[in-house]
């Protein structure tokens, strides 16, 4: 790489150069942040979460582009399993340091209600007003709707039935269900379904034919697909640095506060679906909602089935059970969320008055966040 293509490169990618100095910075600190009390930590917390966030952007930015290289459903599953790996190697760090048992069914729950209720619901709504109707592949909903329902029942709402005594041979059922499942989904959305996943649009909205041709020759240039894939594994060695010490601090800010249990699950899901949140929405405006679907409902899919297998790994290693069981209004919420979303996506369109319908339910999720619920 020449002088002057590296100086461009290091001039786009800023996030990952600020995180790499807040990391300097921070780990030599770490203690005197933590001692320094709540006020203090608390700051910390803040300054890098928004780093954090930065660089999940910037992950999702080189997923985007080695999505466009690969097309559908291929982009789709980059970006979704990149913010996944992005959640996991959070609550892997978050647990080594308070191995709290609820944290990753919190997580999970609202990660779900983002994606489906906050991301599709916002972006049916807004798409909706500025276009109308929008079209997508009716296959592809029904098909995750199945699948998640199917995930959903079996690592979090059957756990409640199971007794504790037997706790480690469920686990390690639901270890080999999920991969078991998405190894058979993933064989299928890559092979003769493929088809369900995809849908033909004229153009982008907005854009002139130069425009998207301009967009293919990037997506096509060898280097630059390396150099996106390069740096989509450095941003996520960044986040888990990042996330070593923002689990000291978030601890330390939080005790004592008073604020409800599923805060920092909430945190955990907003940081990995930050970068969904502003693809799906860019999509939706430009009259595309079948990336919309497939990233909404594809991120809540490979939610549960790839992070459940790891942190039930994590649980049997350490002899530490987790509770993946959904409390009493947290199932009302996802039977809501997912019945509304069955009724609303079986007809291969949306419009803005479904997206009102999931986001309502959204900002009831965050009612009962608040409320503690």
């Known amino acids: ?4 293509s590296l100086s461009a490169l290091l001039r786009g990618e800023k996030p990952l150069l600020s995180a790499i100095a807040v990391i300097l910075i921070a780990y030599p600190l770490e203690h005197t942040l933590i001692d320094s009390g709540r006020s203090m930590a608390l700051i910390a917390s803040g300054v890098l979460i928004a780093v954090i966030l930065s660089v999940a952007l910037r992950v999702a930015h080189h997923a985007e582009i080695l999505a ?3 097309g559908e459903p291929y982009g789709t599953m980059i970006l979704t399993i990149s913010a996944v790996l992005v959640e996991v190697v959070i609550l892997a760090i978050l647990l080594s340091h308070n191995p709290s048992p609820t944290l990753v069914r919190d997580t999970i729950y609202s990660a779900l209600m983002l994606d489906i209720n906050g991301i599709l619901g916002l972006a049916a ?17 029904n098909t995750y709707l ?32 999920m991969l078991l499942l ?14 369900f ?11 002139s034919p130069q425009e998207l041709h301009a967009e293919s020759e990037a997506a096509h240039d060898p280097s630059a697909v390396r150099n996106s894939a390069a740096l989509l594994v450095t941003g996520l060695v960044l986040i888990g640095a990042l996330s070593e010490v923002m689990a000291k601090t978030i601890d330390v800010s939080l005790a004592g506060s008073g604020m409800p249990v599923i805060v920092p699950g909430m945190l955990v899901a907003l940081i990995s679906a930050s970068p969904e ?60 969320t997912l019945l509304a979303a069955t009724i609303n996506l079986h007809d291969g369109e949306t ?9 309502v339910l959204f900002l009831t999720f965050l009612m009962l966040a608040a409320l503690g619920v």
């Open 146 to 177: 199945t699948m998640i329902l199917c995930a959903v029942g079996v690592s979090m709402i059957v756990p409640e039935f199971i007794p504790h005594m037997t706790w480690k041979a469920y686990s390690i059922f639901n270890i080999l269900v």
């Open 351 to 359: 419009n803005a008055i479904e997206g009102t319908a999931h986001f």
């Open 125 to 141: 709504l807004l798409g909706g007003l500025r276009h109308g109707v929008q079209a997508y592949n009716v296959d592809s909903g």
């Open 277 to 336: 949140i502003m693809t799906a929405l860019r999509a939706a405006l430009e009259d595309r909602m079948q990336p919309v679907v497939n990233i909404a409902l594809g991120a809540s899919l490979s939610t549960v089935i790839l992070t459940v297998p790891v942190i039930e790994a994590i649980a049997l290693l350490s002899g530490q059970p987790i509770e993946m069981a959904l409390t009493a209004p947290q199932t009302v919420m996802m039977v809501l």
């Open 1 to 4: 790489m020449s002088p002057v």
């Open 182 to 195: 998405y190894a058979l989904f993933l064989r299928l959305q890559t092979g003769q379904y493929a088809g």
């Open 68 to 70: 466009d290289r690969y």
């Open 197 to 207: 996943f995809s849908y033909r649009y004229a153009h982008r909205a907005g854009q």
